[in-house]
């Protein structure tokens, strides 16, 4: 990959509305280029035979059997409601 520029930073610098100074601009600049050559190094590393993974770890979801139980019934479930109408909970209405 090709280096950053000074120019390279200014610009995305404008685009996300940051004001840098040059001497940031100079220093964001030889930042980004060592990050750049740290991350070009996993280019060198060979990976023909690993199989690509979606994770690190072998981990599948655990899920439990889907099964009926009982529940409340609806006076314990409508108990502690502030307002009830016909079974159900009265709430105020949000359309005019």
Same mark, same amino acid.
């Given at each position: 990959?090709?280096?950053?520029?000074?120019? @390279?930073?200014?610009?995305?610098?404008?685009?996300?509305?940051?004001?840098?100074?040059?001497? $940031?601009?100079?220093?964001?600049?030889? @930042?980004?280029?060592?990050?750049?050559?740290?991350?070009? @190094? &996993?280019?060198?590393?060979?990976?023909?035979?690993?199989?690509?993974?979606?994770?690190?770890?072998?981990?599948?979801?655990?899920?439990? $059997?889907?099964?009926?139980?009982?529940?409340?019934?609806?006076?314990?479930?409508?108990?502690?409601?502030?307002? @009830?109408?016909?079974?159900?909970?009265?709430?105020?209405?949000? &359309?005019?």
């Amino acid at each position: 990959m090709d280096k950053i520029t000074k120019e @390279q930073v200014t610009h995305v610098a404008h685009l996300a509305r940051l004001s840098v100074s040059e001497e $940031e601009a100079e220093r964001f600049t030889e @930042q980004l280029d060592k990050i750049i050559e740290f991350a070009e @190094q &996993l280019n060198e590393v060979d990976t023909d035979h690993i199989s690509p993974t979606s994770h690190v770890l072998d981990i599948h979801n655990v899920l439990r $059997e889907d099964k009926t139980a009982p529940s409340l019934d609806r006076e314990e479930a409508l108990r502690n409601a502030p307002d @009830q109408e016909n079974g159900q909970v009265k709430v105020p209405s949000v &359309l005019e």
